[in-house]
């Protein structure tokens, strides 16, 4: 049995920070401008003031006219502004949860509903440093609270980037909130790259002495190492990061790792990229690592590499199945400049050995890529798998495809549905990767929950489900034959 730990609360001034960011600009037009953000243009940004601690502010009541459903997907954030990067998490009485990245103004904000996603209401948001972005959300009930646990990226400079923590209690937003530092003062060697950390937990495994963990990779001399901390005392002070790539073979290419918590197994995994050997070159692979025992530094085994292919596999999820030695890990494959594939490989035996990798049914001869995956929690449940797909139709513009296997059955893949409904995901290529998690409130037919980033003009964050669910409006948006009826 772990050890438990109480964690300490800090409390900090409340003061809000507001801004609006042009919404009729092009899409190439808003990515340039918000990515990378100069020093001297976020401290113009705050008006001429020192560069501060983290800012917070809280939103409206539930019932804002503003936020609600007005597509077949429901439009989670404000019209008024500029955001996405969506980052969704479930509470188990059905509460959902997305963070967004507010472009430009260097903010985060989490919004949440409480009615299966028709309706959205702006929870907290947060400015630290001169700009915070690329958030990534995880929620756990620990004793009496309910907390929601955000990692991001602090921008301080072009050559400077931190890794923080921010947590608040989804009860009481406005009293019960704490940042924390991960990683300090990461020095950065190309402006252009970014910091895209995950985060997980071991709720509801564990509903006490709750753990959270946390993977990220960074521009190193020649290649990017794959980091891993974890919290035990719910956000309130993270482990020293641990280097868990597993050597330092030379790579230009950036690695995104994706981290995800087992429940049969007490496991933590995480998959990355670098390069392996194919039989004949070192190209970029997938590899995934195991931790046996909820984290611990002393626990990691050596990485396995999953693929051995002459492409450039990259950007991989990983989920892990509740109640078998089941791992699933899905990526991007790049067949030819024009043309990527989403494949997936599995293990039944825990991650030491993996199914030959095979490309999920919708492929195309056009772009496929930036999968995420989520798995029930709960018995004899799905693995669920939402990516992007380029659509030739749409100008500047892809479609959100979403398919599913059974835990019992990993390679068995559903027929793949556009589940976007008209409202197409963006084609930047700083912001194409939708989120999704389970409906801890629903069956697993109907768990499925996700998150994107659309372009209308103006980026904002869309939100659709698998729940039966009839909307004011008339549209089934929610149900899954609504889905099907846009299948590719």
């Known amino acids: 049995m772990r050890k438990r730990f109480i964690g300490i609360l800090g409390l900090i001034a409340v003061v809000s920070f507001g801004g ?50 007005t597509t077949p997907d429901s439009l989670v954030t404000n019209p008024a ?13 059905g509460e959902l949860f997305v963070a967004v990245d507010q472009f430009g103004a260097g903010r985060i904000l989490i919004y949440h509903s409480i009615d299966g996603g028709q309706n959205w209401s702006w929870l907290a948001s947060f400015i630290d440093g001169t700009n915070s972005r690329n958030p990534a959300l995880a929620y756990a009930e620990n004793g009496g609270d309910r907390w929601l646990v955000l990692v991001y990226e602090l921008v301080t400079s072009d050559t400077d980037r931190s890794l923080k ?25 190309n402006p252009g790259t970014e910091l895209h950390p995950q985060i997980t937990c071991d709720f509801p495994d564990f509903t ?18 794959v980091f891993f901390s974890r919290s035990t005392d719910q956000g309130g002070v993270w482990s020293t990061p641990l280097n868990i790539t597993g050597g330092s073979e030379n790579t230009a290419f950036e690695s995104r790792p994706e981290i995800a918590y087992s429940a049969h197994r007490n496991d933590v995994y995480v998959a990355f990229s670098k390069p392996g050997w194919t039989g004949s070159d070192w190209t970029p692979q997938i590899w995934v690592t195991d931790n046996t025992s909820w984290g611990g530094p002393s626990s990691w085994l050596a990485p396995v590499q999953v693929t051995s292919s002459s492409r450039d596999d990259m950007n991989p999820s990983v989920a892990a199945a509740w109640d078998s030695d089941t791992v699933m890990v899905a990526w991007t494959s790049v067949y030819t400049p024009d043309d990527n594939d989403v494949q997936t490989s599995y293990s039944t035996v825990g991650g030491t050995a993996w199914s030959f990798p095979v490309a999920l049914p919708s492929w195309t001869f056009d772009y496929e890529d930036s999968v995420d995956l989520a798995v029930s929690q709960a018995a004899s449940g799905r693995f669920h798998a939402v990516y992007r797909h380029d659509d030739p139709a749409i100008t500047s513009g892809s479609d959100i495809w979403y398919t599913w296997a059974d835990v019992s059955t990993p390679g068995s893949w ?25 409906d801890l409130s629903q069956a697993p037919a109907y768990e499925a929950a996700l998150s994107w980033t659309t372009y209308t003009p103006g980026y904002r964050a869309l939100f659709d489900s698998a729940v039966e669910l009839i909307f004011a409006d008339g549209f089934e948006s929610g149900n899954v034959s609504a889905w099907s009826a846009s299948s590719p």
């Open 165 to 189: 923590s921010f947590r608040v209690n989804a009860d009481d937003p406005q009293n019960d909130f704490l940042f924390a530092g991960i990683a300090d003062s990461i020095v950065w060697t």
């Open 20 to 69: 609006v960011v042009d919404a009729v600009e092009s899409e190439e037009e808003v990515a340039a401008r918000a990515r990378p953000v100069a020093l001297d243009q976020a401290v113009s940004q705050l008006a001429g003031a020192a560069i501060p601690g983290p800012v917070v502010d809280f939103g409206p009541p539930e019932n804002d006219p503003s936020l609600k459903w």
């Open 208 to 225: 006490s002495g709750v753990y959270f963990y946390v993977t990220y990779a960074i521009p190193s001399i020649d290649y990017y190492p």
């Open 81 to 93: 502004e500029t955001e996405g990067t969506p980052a969704v998490a479930s509470a188990p009485s």
């Open 414 to 438: 559903s027929s793949p549905l556009d589940v976007d409904e008209g409202s197409n995901a963006s084609g930047s290529a700083f912001y194409p990767r939708p989120s999704i998690c389970v």
